[in-house]
């Protein structure tokens, strides 16, 4: 039996349909969710994501700031300019693209964002929201495989998740948020011994470690479901994920193929943060209190 292929495109469509509808309430309560982009360098893949995602918002109605500086730019003015962002009332997503170049500590300019504006999700409070299970804008990737998982109605309740890698912008986070969910996680890592003894084991696997079709059909039980993370290169210069998509076909339930799986939902989980961030903005204002 082939495997149902996660139509990840699909699903993020209707994610952004969703979006549009918030879009449009807000705007009739004088609210333009908008959204900057803080690209340092002239990284091109940056540069293509970037770009992907300043068109999406826009398609969607939203306002969408694209800052960009040259590689140079000190820590000091890059904190400042996250300040400026933090304080304007037009602005209620800040992402700062990253990788940042080596001068600049990734953490502190993660720490200068106001939380309430962390529409990735990245920064310590909206973590330690996340793990303890409260309210809070939740990071894209892991969001978005969360999504893709209900929405194929794959209840990971009860179920073995294996996740492979600990990155703590997928790995960790996505671990996390199934745990909350009540699957039983096992967190697999380059340091893991034996790793086919784990992977073997699980319903759901999820594989976040940037190896170019690295997890075939012997890491698996049969009828397993397969999360593709990976965006590498092949050998042909093609995108492809870190998963032999051919050859677990035949061994998986369902797979996400690479790219229109799991990439297009890191886009739409982005544009729910900023609509949700504006629709907080505007609770607070009427209420008072913040979430
Ligand atoms: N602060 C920050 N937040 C991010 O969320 C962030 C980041 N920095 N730095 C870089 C990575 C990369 N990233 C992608 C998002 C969507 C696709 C995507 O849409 N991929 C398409 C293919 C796109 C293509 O054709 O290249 C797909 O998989 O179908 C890819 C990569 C977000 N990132
Ligand atoms: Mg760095």
Redesign the pocket.
């Known amino acids: 039996m082939t495997a149902t292929v996660i139509d990840?495109?699909a699903v993020s469509l209707k994610i952004k349909e969703q979006v549009q509808m918030r879009v449009e309430t807000l705007k009739q309560q004088g609210v333009v969710p908008g959204l900057a982009v803080v690209l340092v360098g002239d990284n091109s893949a940056?540069l293509?994501?970037v770009k992907?995602k300043q068109k999406t918002c826009e398609a969607l109605g939203m306002r969408s700031d694209l800052l960009q500086f040259p590689e140079s730019m000190a820590e000091a003015d890059l904190l400042s300019t996250i300040d400026k962002l933090n304080n304007d009332p037009g602005i209620h997503g800040i992402?700062?693209?990253?990788p940042l170049p080596s001068h600049i500590d990734e953490f502190s300019v993660i720490m200068a964002i106001d939380p309430q504006k962390d529409v990735?999700g990245?920064h310590p409070v909206s973590v330690g929201n996340m793990v303890i299970g409260h309210e809070t804008l939740l990071p894209?990737?892991p969001h978005g495989i969360i999504k893709l998982l209900e929405h194929y109605d794959i209840n990971p309740e009860g179920q073995h998740v294996v996740v492979i890698g600990r990155s703590n912008?997928v790995g960790k986070p996505v671990g996390q948020m199934l745990l909350q969910k009540n699957a039983t996680v096992t967190f697999c890592h380059s340091k893991t011994q034996d790793l086919a003894k784990h992977t073997k084991q699980a319903d759901i696997v999820i594989v976040a470690i940037g190896v170019a079709k690295f997890l075939n059909s012997k890491h698996l039980k049969p009828g397993a479901v397969v999360i593709d993370v990976g965006?590498n290169r092949d050998e042909k210069g093609k995108?492809c994920g870190d998963v032999d998509y051919e050859d677990v076909l035949e061994t998986a339930s369902f797979v996400t193929p690479?790219?229109?799986?799991?990439?297009?939902m890191?886009?739409a989980m982005?544009m729910e943060n900023t609509v949700q961030s504006a629709e907080n903005g505007l609770t607070k204002d009427k209420t008072g209190t913040t979430m």
Do not use: A, R
């Not at 690479?258 to 297009?264: E, Q, S």
């Open positions: 990840g495109k940056s293509t994501y992907n992402l700062v693209q990253l990735d990245f894209c990737t912008i965006m995108l690479v790219p229109g799986g799991v990439g297009p890191t886009i982005l």
